[in-house]
């Protein structure tokens, strides 16, 4: 449920961006709903600012305090920002945008914690034969997520639609965006700490990750005591093991040490390389998608609707992306991903992106001409489909897998981080790229980026079906003591 509001409150906001254009930025022109770049940028990269401060900052606390007590932090920001992103101080169109970027980026910073703490916590309670599939499950909440926020919008949209029905904007300007259309947005946004609210109580139950109590806390009889309690079995402890794992030595490096350079230097690159450029091309085409579907007139122009109807225009047309493909795509990977690997699935993903991307931009000028969008749209979908039955799902996965305990939250946060400044790169390069060198040329860019994240995939190592100890090098370093006892 964390990533279900995760994603919701990262992805809603882009249903609602033309109408806060309508609503505060109208400038008498023919092109209704338009944000200046600058403000567009600001709404749509804040959050993801806070992002990876949060992916960073408490990525590093989870390893020092435990998983379980920082896990209920995040949350509660979540709840608190989500719906203070929908208060504004003042009613000027400066007031309410700086309120609504200042609450986002605190909300994105709570956001930023679940990324590690989720993928980390999942990946110690599961065992190595289902472990990818339960991980990417936790993942693929975020379809749900988006898929939610385009419902919501659609019923929200719908209802003040048939309360407070308005003229088509080029048949009257100004009556075409009621002031109640103030309400649509603000209860978007704020719906997102529903669900969040309604898990806190079960992430306050859980108990910490046994091997996080045993191996980082080096607590063996609560870690004993806790995993007796989640699979319902009497477990022994065994606290000499681990005594003679902090004589022994071996695996007490740190991050920046140069034994971390040698074993997981080139994992840790390869695992944020990637999630850098997947979500370059991932979140430019998720939150601009809009912007694309009315350049080839899958939406209608702007000033042939009322504000509330595009709402729900928008909403309507994510929402159909998200079910066809989207979702989809997301447990297409639960399904596959502890057969097939992966690494596999990550290159394979990266291949088709690159393939329909370019196909999508080379004939351009072809999918905007009447009768051909539907063709766009689905060739579109399925650059999402393979995305998330892919490197999206993928690049969460492994960095949860292949780093030592006491590093692994830290190492998982920092890939995370570098996914979301590829999101940065995404959010606020679109805006001008799009201005500045047109779709075409954008989407052509989004492919070369997919062929980069294609080769980079090679650095990062397959870990189906072996043990979180075996790919971290925890149990070779574990037997080295052993046979020194012996």
């Known amino acids: 449920m964390g990533f279900f509001t995760d994603a919701y409150d990262l992805f809603c906001i882009s249903l609602v961006t033309?109408?806060?254009?309508?609503?505060y930025y109208y400038d008498g022109s023919d092109n209704p709903g338009t944000l200046p770049s600058n403000v567009s940028s600001a709404i749509n990269g804040v959050a993801f600012c806070g992002t990876l401060a949060g992916q960073l900052f408490f990525g590093w606390l989870g390893d020092k305090v435990g998983r379980k007590r920082v896990y209920g932090m995040t949350l509660m920001l979540m709840v608190i920002?989500?719906?203070?992103?929908?208060?504004?101080?003042?009613?000027?169109?400066?007031?309410?945008?700086?309120?609504?970027?200042?609450?986002?980026?605190?909300?994105?910073?709570?956001?930023?914690?679940?990324?590690?703490?989720?993928?980390?916590?999942?990946?110690?309670?599961?065992?190595?034969?289902?472990?990818?599939?339960?991980?990417?499950?936790?993942?693929?909440?975020?379809?749900?997520?988006?898929?939610?926020?385009?419902?919501?919008?659609?019923?929200?949209?719908?209802?003040?639609?048939?309360?407070?029905?308005?003229?088509?904007?080029?048949?009257?300007?100004?009556?075409?965006?009621?002031?109640?259309?103030?309400?649509?947005?603000?209860?978007?946004?704020?719906?997102?700490?529903?669900?969040?609210?309604?898990?806190?109580?079960?992430?306050?139950?859980m108990p910490e990750t046994a091997r996080y109590t045993a191996l980082v806390a080096k607590n063996a009889k609560q870690a004993a005591s806790d995993m007796s309690k989640v699979l319902e079995v009497e477990?022994?402890?065994?606290?000499?093991?681990?005594?003679?794992?902090?004589?022994?030595?071996?695996?007490?490096?740190?991050?920046?040490?140069?034994?971390?350079?040698?074993?997981?230097?080139?994992?840790?690159?390869?695992?944020?390389?990637?999630?850098?450029?997947?979500?370059?091309?991932?979140y430019s085409q998720n939150l601009f998608q809009k912007d694309?579907?009315?350049?080839?007139?899958?939406?209608?122009?702007?000033?042939?609707m009322s504000a509330i109807e595009e709402v729900y225009k928008i909403a309507r047309a994510q929402t159909l992306i998200a079910l066809?493909?989207?979702?989809?795509?997301?447990?297409?990977?639960?399904?596959?991903?502890?057969?097939?690997?992966?690494?596999?699935?990550?290159?394979?993903?990266?291949?088709?992106?690159?393939v329909f991307m370019f196909a999508l931009a080379i004939p351009?000028?072809?999918?905007?001409?009447?009768?051909?969008?539907?063709?766009?749209?689905?060739?579109?979908?399925?650059?999402?489909?393979?995305?998330?039955?892919?490197?999206?799902?993928?690049?969460?996965?492994?960095?949860?897998?292949?780093?030592?305990?006491?590093?692994?939250?830290?190492?998982?946060?920092?890939?995370a981080a570098a996914g979301k400044a590829g999101a940065m790169v995404g959010a606020f390069g679109f805006v001008y790229a799009e201005k500045g060198i047109g779709i075409r040329n954008t989407l052509i860019i989004m492919a070369v980026v997919n062929v980069c994240g294609f080769f980079f995939t090679f650095l990062v190592p397959e870990s189906k079906g072996k043990s979180l100890e075996e790919m971290s090098g925890e149990a070779e370093d574990q037997q080295a003591v052993d046979n020194n006892v012996v």
């Open 18 to 23: 033309k109408l806060l254009g309508r609503l």
């Open 81 to 205: 920002c989500s719906l203070a992103s929908g208060l504004s101080f003042g009613k000027e169109p400066k007031s309410v945008m700086v309120t609504l970027c200042f609450f986002r980026f605190w909300l994105g910073f709570g956001i930023g914690g679940d990324y590690p703490l989720s993928a980390t916590i999942m990946s110690e309670y599961a065992n190595k034969k289902t472990r990818g599939a339960f991980i990417v499950a936790v993942f693929a909440m975020q379809g749900f997520g988006i898929l939610a926020g385009g419902m919501v919008a659609i019923i929200v949209s719908s209802i003040f639609k048939g309360l407070h029905p308005a003229p088509a904007f080029e048949f009257d300007h100004v009556g075409s965006t009621v002031p109640e259309a103030d309400y649509v947005w603000r209860i978007i946004l704020m719906f997102g700490a529903l669900p969040a609210l309604a898990t806190y109580y079960w992430r306050m139950k």
């Open 235 to 282: 477990i022994e402890a065994e606290q000499e093991k681990i005594e003679q794992q902090e004589t022994g030595g071996g695996n007490d490096f740190g991050l920046f040490s140069s034994e971390f350079v040698k074993r997981h230097g080139l994992h840790l690159v390869g695992t944020a390389t990637t999630w850098f450029l997947l979500d370059i091309a991932y």
């Open 292 to 304: 694309i579907f009315s350049a080839i007139g899958w939406i209608p122009p702007a000033k042939t």
């Open 324 to 354: 066809c493909s989207t979702v989809p795509g997301y447990w297409f990977t639960v399904a596959l991903i502890d057969r097939v690997g992966r690494f596999s699935i990550q290159l394979m993903g990266f291949f088709f992106m690159t």
């Open 364 to 415: 351009y000028h072809h999918w905007t001409l009447n009768g051909n969008q539907i063709g766009f749209v689905v060739m579109y979908s399925l650059t999402f489909f393979f995305a998330n039955f892919g490197p999206n799902a993928t690049t969460f996965v492994v960095p949860a897998e292949i780093f030592p305990a006491r590093l692994r939250s830290t190492c998982h946060g920092i890939s």
